[in-house]
């Protein structure tokens, strides 16, 4: 064979994704990019922190040849005070530079945790819905990736996280704010989960790692409070990211968390940067690093994502289509009356777009997201209504 069949096989399984992205350029190039109301994409429109341009500007204006050297595999030392500042803050658990490792995003991040963690036919469990990209990268590690329904709400659903767990499992991963549901696991939600997670992992005589994907941690609405994971559980990690927070999503910038007080932790912490390393990353890059540092507890403008979750909402509403208000991040979920494929057709005939939600495990939703203006929002309003008076003759 010419490729690996499992890379073929990715194709296909993206393939419509593919297609629908061709598409929305097609449609783009034929009435016009303000006509198309793109809400397939979650990439971070709003401007990034003025601070993040100020720090550019110092570091042209003090600049030194030597910023472009290697260095070592988990990051600038004082890059990586900064980030263990900033969880000691989130968490409310005391972490150390030694437990950070700087990343290029979550997306890196996960990669190297589930290299450093798993064996070759080992679980990595997640709720559904679910953000796809977790089945490739278990997969990339000879891990089984096992999505577990969550309830009608999104919230966890405790008895069929018990029954998925078998002696296979080693690590439960969880994302909140959710990407696609917009949902935060509540406090008591976490302690159940890892109580849970206690239980079975004393039974089984090794820990189950509870890993949190938290892009969207600081991007909670309505003052809602995304709660503490090191409070509950030791041994947890962290893959934390800048590219929604901060807008830098090309800039590939995040880092790992290990819990202060995880087993084997010199282990692991070994384990995670020579993963870094030996995936081909080596280091974060070094300018995001330097960025970073100085912008760790600035963030984007929330309450715009805000109001455009709450114009959603409003143009929902009105069509009679139900939903689950996102309690952070920048997507919805909304149920929808018919298969999603026909949906997202309907819509894409009013020139809307919207990924079908058996992407992310459910054929009866659809994700919209939220990286577009309000203005393109209300001009959408009437396409999206119509859109939903056609789909009546199809319920
Ligand atoms: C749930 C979730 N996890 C991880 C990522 C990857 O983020 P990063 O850009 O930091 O790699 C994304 C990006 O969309 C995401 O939605």
Redesign the pocket.
Known sequence: MYMSDQVKMYIDKSSWIRRMFEEGLELKKKFGQDKVFDLSL?NPDLPPPKEVKETLENIVKNYDPSYHRYMPNTGFPLVREVMAKKITQEQGVKVNFEEIIMT???????NVIFKTLLNPGEEVLFPSPY?V?YFFYAENHQGIPKPVPTKEDFSLDMDKIENAITSKTKIFLI?SP??PTGQIYSEEEIKELCDLLIKKSQKLGRPIYLVS?E??RNLAFDNEKVPSIFQFYNNSII?Y????ELSL?GE???FIAVHPEIENKNFILEGLTICNRILGFVNAPALAQRVVANCAFSKVNVDVYQKRRDIICNILNEAGISFIKPKGGFFIFPRIPIEDLKFCEILKEKLILAVPGRTFGSSNHIRLSFCVSEEILEKMRPNFLEACEKIQNYV
């Open positions: 979650g290029c995003g979550a997306a890196g991040a996960l953000f990209e994302n959710n990407n994907d892009p969207y893959a990211s800048f590219s929604k999503a590939r910038i995040g």
